[in-house]
């Protein structure tokens, strides 16, 4: 099993949460309000404890659940802490109407983000494709990652299989731009008659 840290106290935060803590992961939940950070942890029990914000985060895998206009922001004022850690982003970077991305062509939200982190730190991008609430009603779904160091990714897909999911690597750190991409696409299928209880998924043949 892993040892995880949660930035962020949000529905997708409290989804990766929960699952990780019913199969079996330590879970530390890290928020700037400290006190909702407390409720949270002991609302999911088991191995789940709180944080302090801006202090080293106790799992070696650290997972950015908070917005992507806030994200490098909060990721930089943990500094050398994340100093030899594997850091997942998980968030999209789609504009206000999502029908388009607000990174530049040639670039991700994960390698911006990436530029935020110590050298040490590895980014690899996860779950940005799920809802969080579909994440939180349970099941086998696919999560698709990205990152230039096999070993953090090796790592990932551990902790994602620990969670029942199934990890599918879509390349380096720069494929995130295409799974960024998939934020726009998801919600354009859910406003256009398939509603928001979906999931993307890889059907390998035989």
């Known amino acids: 099993m892993s040892s995880i840290s949660i930035i962020g106290l ?3 935060a409290r989804a990766i949460a929960t699952r ?3 199969s079996g992961n330590t879970v530390e939940v890290i928020g700037r309000d400290a006190a909702k ?3 949270l942890a002991a609302e999911l029990g088991g191995s789940a404890t709180a944080g302090a914000f801006g202090a080293t985060p106790a799992g070696d895998i650290v997972v950015c659940a ?3 206009a806030s994200a490098a922001r909060v990721l930089a004022q943990f500094g050398d802490a994340l100093a030899d850690k594997i850091v997942i982003d998980i968030s999209n970077t789609f504009n206000a109407d999502a029908t388009g991305v607000l990174t530049p062509a040639g670039t ?3 390698e911006e983000i990436a530029k935020a982190v110590p050298a040490g730190a590895h980014v690899v991008k996860a779950f940005n494709t799920v809802f969080g609430h579909v994440l939180a ?3 086998r779904l696919d999560v698709f990652i990205a990152g230039d160091d096999a070993d ?10 620990s969670l029942g999911l199934r990890p599918l690597d879509a390349g380096d750190l720069a494929a995130a731009r295409w799974l960024e991409a998939v934020g726009p696409l998801l919600i354009g299928l859910a406003n256009h008659g398939a509603g928001f209880n ?3 998924g890889v059907t390998i043949a035989d």
């Open 37 to 39: 950070a407390g409720a």
């Open 10 to 12: 949000g529905g997708m």
């Open 137 to 139: 009603q349970g099941g």
């Open 198 to 200: 979906i999931s993307l």
């Open 152 to 161: 953090a990714k090796k790592r990932v897909s551990t902790f994602i299989e």
């Open 20 to 22: 990780a803590v019913q």
């Open 108 to 110: 991700s939200g994960a």
């Open 66 to 68: 908070v917005p992507y």
